[in-house]
């Protein structure tokens, strides 16, 4: 399949699929946005990747901002840093560097989000991309990223599933989560406690239920405050 150039959707926006649907669906279909210290200060990161120089030492070459687009995942951006190695023979191997404010994640969000950024230069100049890196701001180290199959896969599949998402035009239902605690969507998005305390409330009523009348608590009680 291949995708118009007014089907393109932001690169970026695979991470936020991959962290949250319903946070993607809420920046890419409702427009909405907030800021928070975090986000604020890796727009701060990048901005400062961007604005680097052009370098050349060591046999490396440093690009930034670099423009992106495929056509075949149907997304476009742009990639923080790509390094060019010189090969023996004299061939030049590109390198993508995404940067990230704070540490590698449990999940694969942050390497499907660099993947792309390979896959991306791949179709554009037709080359072979085997490796790439994440810098994190916290620990100041590169995280290598080998962009195998499973990888690739992974990438391709989140791209497709964020073409349905934006073009279903709905936002799926709220749902609290630990991590919505580091969300600067968290006050607009509003997830219900999760239903596991609900249930426990419900529980318990149940239980006091079967006991005699006099024994039950008012309405009002500490129970339903606990709600």
């Known amino acids: 399949m291949s995708y118009t150039e007014d089907e393109l959707l932001p690169l970026s926006a695979l991470q936020h699929l991959l962290f949250c649907e319903r946070q993607c669906a809420l920046i890419h279909v409702e427009g909405v946005w907030a800021d928070n210290t ?3 200060e ?3 990161l990048h901005r400062r990747a961007d604005a680097g120089p052009r370098e050349a030492r ?7 901002a670099v423009p992106l ?8 951006g742009k990639a923080d840093v790509v390094e060019w190695h ?12 995404e940067y990230k404010r704070g540490r590698p994640k449990r999940d694969r969000s942050d390497e499907v989000q660099v993947c792309a950024q390979a896959l991306c230069l791949e179709e554009m100049m037709g080359i072979a991309i085997p490796a790439g890196a994440l810098f994190y701001g ?3 180290r590169r995280h290598a990223v080998s962009f195998d199959a499973g990888l690739r896969a992974t990438t391709e599949a989140a791209a497709a599933r964020l073409h349905a998402l934006v073009a279903s035009g709905r936002t799926p239902r709220a749902r609290r989560e ?3 605690e580091s969300c600067s969507l968290l006050a607009l998005c509003l997830p219900a406690p999760a ?3 609900r249930s426990a409330v419900r529980y318990l009523e149940r239980a006091l239920a079967a006991l005699e009348p006099a024994a039950l608590p008012a309405r009002g009680g500490a129970l339903e405050r606990a709600e």
Do not use: N
């Open 38 to 40: 975090r986000t604020l």
């Open 195 to 197: 239903a596991g305390a």
């Open 138 to 140: 916290t620990s100041r």
């Open 69 to 76: 687009r495929s056509l075949r995942l149907g997304v476009i």
């Open 58 to 64: 060591r046999g490396v070459l440093t690009t930034r």
């Open 42 to 44: 890796g727009t701060h």
């Open 86 to 97: 010189r090969q023996p023979g004299g061939a030049w191997q590109a390198f993508p560097v």
């Open 178 to 180: 630990p991590k919505c």
